[in-house]
């Protein structure tokens, strides 16, 4: 018996329409009882999980200490990620290929109803800092009868360097991180409503209205966000019609409770999770709606938000700059800034006393320089040192940043 209804039962190509009409027609959520069932058969993990349990409103969730514990089962090749997520615990995210197209098509999803021509020109906001060739080679991406070509830019990198290439290559769609596309505009200090922008479609981190406000003024264009987590995959995303947030509930079941979301994908079976809590504090709608999309509704009351660092130089460095994810042994990190500018990183190695913890501390205190120049540091073990912020927040500053 098998948990993931549509990434395999159907040809690729088929995954737009699929997509498209499930989200016109009438929702009906899904078979609780089945659904427990196929858990129940997926592995040795939930067999044991699950004992005793006979209602799904029984199953206790999972948290993110649970999450390395998850069975990982793939016929062949996995795709792996690493998150560092709310609570500063970091997670490898393991998805099979054709699980990480469908997450992909998922992501797309809300492109699906938005106004734009055939061939789509975007430029995604990643981490880093690289920008891409105007005349890069180009991997078109077909979805939904549209083409969509993709250029990438790092949200470290100068702005100016930015500002050309979106230039010369007139993008109708700018994603990606919000805090990147933030500071890229208050950084180049020109106009950009002359770019021919169409939908600005940020992700990964929760939007301020003060942000809203700046993207869509900036590019003059609507704003539609995107919400979901690097474990579940895409969860909801702003309605054109309606600006509303609508769930992907026909292939996440999405549950509300005083603790948090409880998130169940039905389309990853190879590190299957039931009832995950990824610490974000989301309500769903429970009254009638009548937009022509007719997923359910929600409304994302707290999720991860960090704050900007400013390096000795008076820059702001984004907290999306940091990938300790990458430092080997690492476990688990937090940064606070002191209003005196010193540099508090709190941190969770495998092991403190041997090679690989001095290593560990060697590879944050290199990569932190690098990354914020100019400020004294102190490396803390321990990340629940550090009790501001709490579960919302990794990076946390105490200089006003606006
Ligand atoms: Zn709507």
């Not at 089962?73 to 609570?87: K, P, V």
């Not at 501390?361 to 120049?373: C, D, G, K, M, Y």
């Amino acid at each position: 018996m098998r948990i993931a209804k549509s990434v395999k039962y159907r040809p690729r190509y088929e995954w737009a329409e699929g997509l498209r009409s499930r989200a016109l027609a009438e929702f009906i959520g899904s078979d609780l009882d089945a659904c427990l069932e196929a858990f129940r058969n997926h592995s040795a993990f939930y067999a044991r999980r699950l004992t005793g349990v006979s209602r799904w409103q029984d199953i206790k969730p999972l948290d993110k200490e649970d999450f390395a514990s998850l069975p990982v089962s793939t016929d062949g090749q996995t795709y792996d990620s690493r998150s560092s997520g709310t609570s500063g615990f970091q997670v490898t995210v393991r998805n099979s290929i054709s699980e990480r197209r469908f997450r992909q098509a998922l992501a797309y999803r809300p492109f699906l109803f938005y106004t734009l021509d055939d061939i789509v020109r975007q430029v995604i906001f990643i981490d880093g800092i690289q920008v891409e060739d105007a005349n890069k080679k180009q991997w078109p991406f077909k979805f939904g009868g549209r083409t969509y070509l993709t250029w990438r830019v790092g949200i470290a990198a100068p702005a100016e360097q930015i500002l050309s290439l979106l230039q010369t290559v007139r993008p109708h769609v700018i994603r990606g991180l919000s805090s990147g596309i933030v500071r890229f505009i208050d950084e180049v200090g020109t106009r950009l409503d002359g770019l021919g922008v169409q939908v600005v479609s940020p992700s990964g981190e929760h939007l301020t209205p003060a942000w809203r406000v700046l993207m869509g003024e900036a590019f003059a264009t609507p704003l539609l966000d995107r919400y979901g987590t690097t474990e579940t995959g895409p969860i909801a995303w702003q309605c054109p019609f309606c600006g509303d947030y609508h769930a992907n509930s026909d292939e996440i079941i999405l549950e509300y409770s005083p603790e948090g979301l409880l998130a169940t994908p039905l389309f990853i079976e190879s590190q299957a999770m039931l009832r995950y809590r990824p610490g974000d504090r989301v309500v769903m709608h429970t009254q009638e709606h009548d937009c022509r999309i007719r997923l359910p509704k929600l409304t994302i009351l707290q999720a991860r938000r960090d704050d900007w660092i400013i390096d000795g130089l008076g820059r702001k460095v984004s907290p999306l700059s940091f990938q300790f994810e990458q430092v080997e042994g690492l476990r688990a990190w937090r940064i606070h800034q002191l209003k005196s500018g010193v540099l508090r990183l709190y941190f969770d190695s495998e092991t403190s006393d041997s090679k690989l913890g001095l290593d560990v501390r060697r590879e944050l205190a290199s990569q932190l320089q690098a990354i914020v120049p100019g400020r004294e540091y102190e490396l803390v073990a321990g990340i629940w040192k550090l009790e501001r912020g709490g579960k919302f927040k990794r990076v946390v500053s105490d200089i006003a940043t606006g």
